[in-house]
């Protein structure tokens, strides 16, 4: 069974950056395009940014080029996202997710994927 425990939420100032981790487990993690996805209340789900096997291959939304970057450690089967210079509606629960490669046709849409963390809680105050 594959899980993903997403961590490193948290409360910032606007400005700011924040690190956001996700370790997978139960799969081989090297085959997975992984991607963060946000909800703030009352919102719809949006996709962030996605990360290929090869960290050349990344897709990013455009409210967050820029500022926001996607890394993998295969090795730690772990996926970053480092957000910087945080705005006011970067505020979101987080939410990291996961698909097998071939699977991931397009990897800007939510139901592409198959895995998905809890979510963590990024709060950014003025």
């Known amino acids: 069974q594959v899980q993903l425990v997403e961590s490193g939420g948290g409360l910032v100032q606007a400005g700011d950056s924040l690190r956001l981790s996700c370790v997978v487990s139960?799969?081989?993690?090297?085959?997975?395009?992984m991607a963060w996805f946000r909800q703030a209340p009352e919102k719809e789900r949006e996709f962030v940014c996605a990360?290929?096997?090869?960290?050349?291959?990344?897709y990013y939304t455009d409210s967050v080029k820029g500022r926001f970057i996607i890394s993998r450690d295969n090795a730690k089967n772990t996926v970053y996202l480092e957000m910087n210079r945080l705005k006011l509606e970067d505020a979101a629960v987080y939410y990291c997710?996961?698909?097998?490669?071939?699977?991931?046709?397009?990897?800007?849409?939510?139901?592409?994927?198959?895995?998905w963390g809890q979510g963590t809680q990024v709060t950014v105050s003025s």
């Open positions: 990360i290929r096997f090869s960290a050349t291959n990344t």
């Open positions: 139960g799969g081989t993690f090297r085959n997975y395009v």
């Open positions: 997710a996961a698909v097998v490669g071939y699977r991931a046709t397009n990897p800007f849409d939510g139901s592409t994927y198959d895995f």
